[in-house]
């Protein structure tokens, strides 16, 4: 199925109003559909698979920004580390480390969002809130509990999932837990800390997310129709 540009323009209506950014989530599509998505103005594309996403961006046009939303595995870093420009899923401090050593390697500060898991399936991502709060005082806080400092990261903000079920009333307390969440990381701005990013919402529950304070909804099905 092609790029549904009718879908993409009733989106960027809806989240127009509270300025939300929009990342298209191409993983599993052809270059052809990105190709017509680029063209229709799309510059943010979301992938899952860093081989996938390798093959992406050496063919697409390079002013393409590139958001890797996926599980990311640490030996895999150095393959995205020279042109990603936001790793959303950063769900463990070892990963966090080697996302550092690579932007050292390469020379360039990487940007990412800390996951944080809000949902009930075990098989998700992410840091629970004491996870959270324990390594942003170890590497971010005023008083860091750590002395590697890590001069090559810089942490935009938060992305959690929600569970999936057709429950709504579950899906906004979690997307609320993590914007509460969002909220008290604010006092913890530093020279590679500054929360501004909230990324939550997919295609099944962006207006819930966005209602809820989400100001980044990574969008795949609704934009390029189902995935095999
Ligand atoms: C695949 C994926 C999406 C997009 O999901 P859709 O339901 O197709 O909109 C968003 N976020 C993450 C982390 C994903 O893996």
Redesign the pocket.
Known sequence: MPFLIEEYFKIKQELNPSQTQL?A?S?TKPNEDILEAYNAGVRDF?E?YVQELIDKQSALPKDIHWHF??HLQSNKVKYIAPFVNLI??VDSEKLLLEINKQGQKKGRKINCLLQVHIAKEESKFGFNEEELNSLIQKYFSSSPSNNIKLDFINIQGL?G?ATFTHDNSVIESEFLYLKVIFDKIQTFKGSNFNPVILSMG???D?LLAIKNGSNMV???????G??N
């Open positions: 990342i989530v993983k979301g899952n939303i996926g959303h899923g992305m999932m997919m295609s099944s962006y990574r969008i795949g099905s609704m934009l390029f189902n995935r």
